[in-house]
């Protein structure tokens, strides 16, 4: 398998993080959501261009042969928009009797079936490269990724030939749902003494009249978020300036820039996230202000009362930042922005919405109305006043529940907005009220103690109280009370434990188990108890992340069944390949890293539990060292949420993925199970949340650590000036004040996960905080003086699981349950 990337530093970008195959090879889009303009037989239709699969005669074949000028295609519907970042091809290997492939495609989509527009690359050039024989699939990325619904692959031929076809596209949801935004050019910024910048909105889709861009897509959603200094590109051989578009003060005959912003339906909208540019001292600042009006329909008129906003301003910190901009949950399908200057130049590099699935509105008018009936369907006049009047009550009963239903919600973002002050002594922190925009100013840095001492770098200066060892224990009786070694600390600072723990983060990027020390300390190869598996039965299929020194990929095992004998922790998979999770050290790792690796293989080892990941074989007896572990056919539970709605009449009669009550609480009583086992062994996982759970086909859920090593969740981990990643909105305070790390703190985390389960996975937790804003929250925790903020109830949560996960993030770590006590709660909820 080949793949082409063009882009440095897709760390951050939003392509990169969103690579989930679609559902053309495991059947998910259906065999009518698959067309074309031709076929040369009923067993080489359009059905059949699944990659990898070898059903009816291999592949889709267009009739005919292919002409040079021929515009024959294959059409997906995606059945919604679709954020589409990578096509994989394949020709007709039809069991090695085919020999048809494309070399060469075109790239069409459209949002509606209608307007069709054509993929371009970011040089553009509209053709791709495809593939030089019938079997081997070419995975290619598209740079730019695309927003669409509805997908054209279109084979190029330079001569004469027959051409077949298999396809598999990757991506996921666009949930934002904007469909067009339209705005002024991006102008051409030449300053003395620098480079020339071209702030061009290179990749917009639309159409380009009278220096206005106006009815598409382009850079400001493409996932790549631009760098600090405008002049560095995250592309190769581009030109500076490439990753914002940019407007210059008084270059437009106002003050300000104006968007207009459309959407595939009317949206019930809380935030804009605008990535702005904010170099001060080349005369670049983020938007004073910003002033958003609003459209419920594309014909109507602006409505009169605009939310505005205003930022805080930063002439201390020249980093490029995201600022939200609260939008008051007014319903639209258009939004029109005009973004005020600071300074001589405005740049952004990437504008995204957050908005609710029903707006009020739509609500009060889902409700049930009364018609009036014909005279002949009448009741007698002796029933028709008790049947209005039972009509009526039932109406006001249900505007009642609306009404407090939206109430309690907006109380409760209410009271998630409000920002905490922690540092009153050493940190003055200013900040808007719901923006992203913050100014530190701090005294000098006392010296930095060695890294023997203090391994870890602070999150956040500490009030003085927190550097007297005596004052603290005080403070926290938890800590004063008899503990072992890895149970509390006997350092005379807080710090990450690193001595009681294995280490903070896997060598391959994953959280693996912390374990007390003792028990890997005199570790060898020889202990290494799983059978060594034939390295060239692994075939690559996808890489899920990386780390510092090793990689995790996604394979197929040829033969592993019968390798692993009867009883294998293995899913019926029905004649299809075996998936696996392939950790792999790289070969630049350092003896320390190998070490630590040959550690997680024997602590993986050790877990035989149905709720965990198991570790099934290696291959350690040549470089590099790899262990293969079970990997689930749905993925990760974060992801199969977010994908789904709760079960209703509606989704049944549309046929929406869905999932029941009952669903949500057999996964929380399955987790529960898993941590219990792990709790018993007392190992700590550190890093519990539901894109760490992995499920089958059967709603089995296994608890793995492959979230961290992922770049589709990079935003869930908060980085610490380059040393370390934590996932600080699942962790417990103890945990990031004191680098306190034990079972009681995974239950926090656990709480956690409850909450995102009952939320499908719709936001992150704390979404309205910053990183820094949690931090803070999480000093309020430790001063327990009433000011901390809790996450809000979900909707679909019973309140008896809502105390539950209440309970879980107790400020007393002895107060918190048990996992055992848990699972005994979760469990009588189940239907067995």
């Not at 630590?596 to 709720?611: A, G, T």
Request: charged share 20%.
């Amino acid at each position: 398998m080949t793949s082409d990337s063009l882009s440095a530093g897709s760390d951050s970008s939003t392509a990169a993080h969103c690579r989930y195959p679609l559902g053309m090879e495991d059947g998910r889009i259906q065999d009518h959501a698959i067309t074309a303009s031709s076929q040369w037989y009923e067993t080489t239709g359009p059905q059949y261009a699944r990659l990898n699969r070898e059903e009816g005669d291999g592949a889709w074949c267009p009739a005919g042969l292919l002409q040079p000028s021929d515009t024959q295609y294959l059409q997906v519907d995606l059945g919604q928009l679709t954020f589409l970042t990578v096509v994989g091809t394949q020709g007709r290997y039809a069991r090695n009797s085919g020999k048809e492939f494309a070399r060469m495609y075109r790239l069409n989509y459209s949002h509606d079936g209608q307007l069709w527009r054509s993929w371009k690359n970011r040089l553009g050039n509209k053709t791709m490269e495809a593939n030089d024989n019938a079997y081997v699939s070419v995975i290619k990325d598209l740079h730019p990724p695309i927003i669409s619904r509805y997908v054209r692959l279109i084979p190029v031929t330079k001569m004469p030939t027959t051409v077949c076809m298999r396809l598999e596209l990757y991506g996921c949801p666009w949930h934002d749902g904007l469909t067009s935004y339209s705005s002024p050019e991006g102008q051409l910024m030449m300053p003395p003494g620098y480079p020339i910048a071209s702030l061009n909105d290179s990749t917009y889709d639309g159409a380009h009249e009278r220096r206005k861009l106006s009815g598409g897509l382009g850079q400001l959603t493409d996932g790549v978020i631009g760098q600090d200094d405008f002049l560095v590109t995250r592309q190769y051989h581009v030109w500076p300036g490439y990753d914002y578009v940019g407007w210059r003060n008084g270059s437009l005959g106002s003050g300000y820039v104006e968007m207009e912003f459309v959407f595939d339906k009317q949206r019930n909208f809380t935030s804009m996230k605008v990535h702005s540019n904010n170099m001060f001292y080349r005369g670049v600042k983020i938007f004073s202000s910003v002033s958003c009006s609003f459209k419920p329909r594309l014909i109507a008129t602006w409505e009169a009362e605009p939310v505005e906003f205003r930022t805080v301003l930063d002439d201390r910190n020249p980093s490029a930042r995201y600022v939200t901009v609260p939008l008051g949950r007014r319903n639209a399908k258009a939004l029109r922005c005009r973004f005020h200057f600071a300074d001589v130049w405005m740049m952004f590099s990437e504008i995204s919405f957050q908005s609710g699935r029903r707006g009020i509105s739509q609500l009060l008018n889902s409700s049930p109305s009364v018609t009036n009936p014909s005279a002949k369907d009448q009741p007698d006049d002796g029933n028709t006043p008790i049947l209005i009047g039972c009509l009526v009550t039932i109406i006001l009963l249900l505007v009642v529940i609306i009404f407090l239903i939206l109430w309690c919600q907006y109380v409760c973002k209410v009271l998630e907005k409000a920002p905490r002050r922690i540092l009153e002594e050493e940190v003055t922190v200013r900040l808007s009220s719901s923006s992203d925009t913050i100014i530190l100013q701090t005294p000098p840095v006392p010296p930095r103690v060695s890294q023997m001492d203090h391994p870890y770098e602070r999150v956040f200066l500490l009030d003085p109280q927190y550097q007297d060892p005596a004052g603290l224990r005080n403070k926290l009786p938890e800590l004063s009370r008899s503990c072992t070694p890895h149970q509390c600390f006997q350092s005379s600072v807080p710090h990450y434990a690193e001595t009681d723990i294995v280490s903070l983060q896997g060598v391959t990027g994953s959280n693996m188990y912390a374990v007390p020390a003792l028990t890997v300390d005199s570790l060898t190869r020889k202990d290494i108890s799983v059978a060594e598996f034939p390295r060239h039965r692994l075939l690559f299929r996808e890489k899920l992340g990386e780390g510092q020194f090793g990689e995790v990929h996604l394979c197929e095992a040829e033969g592993l069944p019968e390798f692993l004998g009867e009883g294998a922790p293995l899913p019926d998979r029905d004649g299809r390949p075996v998936l696996v999770a392939v950790k792999q050290l790289r070969a630049d790792a350092t003896n320390n890293a190998r070490n630590d690796f040959l550690k997680e293989i024997k602590i993986m080892s050790r877990l035989n539990d149905p709720n965990i990941i198991q570790l099934l074989c290696v291959c350690v007896s040549s470089d590099p060292l790899c262990m293969v572990t079970e990997y689930m056919d749905n993925g990760d539970l974060n992801m199969f949420l977010s994908q789904r709605e709760m079960e209703s009449t509606l989704t049944h009669a549309n046929n929406i993925p869905a999932v029941s009550l009952s669903d949500l609480l057999h996964m929380s009583v399955q987790i529960s199970s898993g941590m219990r086992y792990l709790a018993s062994l007392n190992f700590v996982h550190r890093d519990l949340a539901t894109r760490n759970c992995l499920l089958d086909r059967r709603l089995t859920i296994k608890i793995a650590d492959f979230g961290m090593s992922r770049n589709l969740y990079s935003s869930d981990y908060y980085r610490i000036q380059g040393r370390a990643v934590l996932p600080i909105r699942w962790m417990a305070w103890e945990s990031i004040l004191l680098g306190k790390f034990t079972t009681a703190s995974d239950v926090w985390a656990f709480g956690v996960t409850l909450w995102e389960i009952f939320t499908l996975c719709k936001e992150q937790p704390y979404s309205l905080l910053s990183d820094e804003q949690v931090i803070e929250n999480t000093g309020e925790f430790f001063r327990n003086q009433g000011r901390q903020i809790f996450l809000f109830a979900p909707l679909l949560c019973p309140p008896s699981l809502f105390e539950l996960m209440m309970r879980c993030w107790d400020r007393d770590i002895a107060d918190r349950p048990t996992f055992e006590g848990l699972y005994q709660a979760l469990r009588p909820h189940v239907v067995q």
